[in-house]
């Protein structure tokens, strides 16, 4: 594999863009985090140890795991390389192209770039966290918009800093996600995009939990260029089906043409149900884009 395609931006700037269609099967590894042993690492401040359940399946035979169950991509957090290594870092890609699984998103989980006083701090380590996007080959790389409410200040910081990441990495398409406090509803989406240039949106169709949340949604659908395809769950376990396909259709009526990458969250500390409940959700995304 030589690399992500590239595909010119919003601002007529070029950056690299994913080759999965919502048709092809595609996840957000954190569905899998009981199977990976819930993996944890240190954060910006340096507080907190790498550790791994024991016996859980190794990262590196993920990509071979996902390619005999029909999967086509995945979605990885940084949270879940055990090391940072280059060579590594270099193995995991090697098994990502021997097994055909493109890595549609690399995912840093962790940074505030509206940190009242850290706020450079987080920016060095999300960069360094966005080398590693790089080197593992992301076609996507999404960073936090931020950990404080949104305020026209503050989104305008957050969008300098974010433009900043992407200008300093231009091999890889830089995304924000509406995720957290600083991305609370359509407007503070909209308004972080506007003020920042070349970034663009990985919609997560989970996260939002207001009543218009379909109406949310579709407001910024069009930026959308990958996606976390959650669903929600009755208290009996039941998938939400109803709400999950309503999701699904706001980005079909936008055209959205990037990774469902399916986000499932397991009832059971091991994490015995995961795949199972991957494959539900995928039968609701069949009947809605195939």
């Not at 700037?13 to 048709?23: C, D």
Request: aromatic fraction near 4%.
């Amino acid at each position: 594999m030589t690399g992500p395609s590239g595909s010119a931006g919003p601002t007529g700037s070029t950056r690299p863009t994913g080759s999965t269609r919502p048709t092809d099967k595609a996840v957000h590894a954190w569905s899998l985090d009981g199977t990976l042993g819930h993996p944890r690492v240190a954060g910006p401040d340096g507080t907190g140890a790498v550790t791994r359940a024991a016996g859980a399946l190794d990262l590196l035979d993920l990509p071979a795991e996902l390619a005999r169950r029909g999967y086509r991509a995945v979605q990885l957090a940084h949270f879940q390389l055990p090391t940072r290594d280059a060579s590594y870092l270099e193995e995991l890609r090697s098994s990502l192209e021997s097994s055909a699984i493109v890595l549609d998103a690399f995912l840093v989980d962790d940074g505030d770039l509206t940190h009242p006083t850290e706020a450079d701090l987080h920016e060095r380590w999300i960069s360094e966290r966005l080398d590693d996007a790089l080197t593992l080959g992301a076609h996507h790389a999404r960073v936090g918009a931020g950990r404080s409410a949104p305020t026209p200040e503050l989104l305008a910081s957050s969008a300098r800093r974010m433009s900043r990441l992407a200008d300093a990495h231009p091999g890889i398409q830089v995304v924000v996600e509406n995720w957290r406090e600083m991305m609370p509803d359509a407007d503070a989406v909209l308004a972080l995009l506007a003020d920042a240039g070349d970034i663009r949106l990985l919609i997560d169709l989970g996260n939002w939990t207001m009543p218009d949340k379909h109406e949310q949604l579709a407001r910024i659908a069009p930026h959308a260029v990958t996606c976390h395809a959650k669903a929600h769950r009755h208290d009996d376990g039941r998938l939400d089906e109803v709400d999950y396909a309503r999701s699904l259709r706001v980005l079909q009526d936008a055209g959205f043409q990037g990774a469902l990458a399916m986000v499932n969250e397991s009832s059971r500390p091991d994490g015995s149900d995961e795949w199972d409940g991957l494959e539900q959700e995928f039968e609701v995304v069949r009947r809605v884009f195939g």
